[in-house]
């Protein structure tokens, strides 16, 4: 994956709920054109920033109760909607809840805040996949481990 929308996770409880952070800088190239004068940060990278999350949480959450390692793949987005835009300099904070699993499969709720301001709520909807790549393996481990670095977490990271 190119592009990593968490810059840290703040808490991570499988089966429950994942928080986590993105920082909004004016560094990131797409702002520039969109929009000239008034930057707003994509409603599409807002979403693919919760489904990073949510992704995370889905994966924790079934690593716990099965031996193998499954990866989360985005299969649904109901519900989205933007309260306020997103700005440079704005941190959002990214709360996803378990809402329900099923054999293979995880729903969301997520919801993002600028400061107490609500700006994005949607549910995901992810099954989990086989995938049979170390690459894809290490690269996930490596970038949960790095989200969570200041974390004391009571599993580990598969």
């Not at 990278?45 to 099965?66: D, H, N, S």
């Not at 995938?131 to 004391?152: A, C, F, G, M, P």
Request: charged share 25%; hydrophobic share 40%; glycine share 6%.
């Amino acid at each position: 994956m190119r592009f990593f929308f968490i810059d840290r996770v703040e808490e991570i409880k499988p089966g429950e709920r994942a928080v986590g952070i993105k920082n909004v800088t004016y560094n990131e190239d797409f702002l520039e054109d969109h929009f000239p004068g008034l930057p707003v940060y994509p409603g599409t990278l807002l979403i693919e920033a919760i489904a990073q999350l949510g992704g995370f949480l889905v994966e924790c959450t079934f690593q716990q109760m099965e031996k193998s390692t499954r990866r989360a793949l985005l299969a649904q987005i109901e519900k989205a909607k933007f309260y306020e835009p997103v700005r440079p300099g704005d941190q959002l904070r990214i709360t996803c809840e378990i809402t329900s699993t099923l054999e293979g499969a995880a729903q969301i709720k997520a919801e993002a805040h600028v400061q107490e301001k609500r700006a994005v709520v949607a549910v995901l909807t992810y099954v989990l996949w086989n995938v049979d790549s170390e690459n894809i393996h290490r690269q996930r481990r490596d970038l949960y481990n790095q989200w969570t670095q200041h974390l004391k977490l009571d599993f580990q990271i598969r």
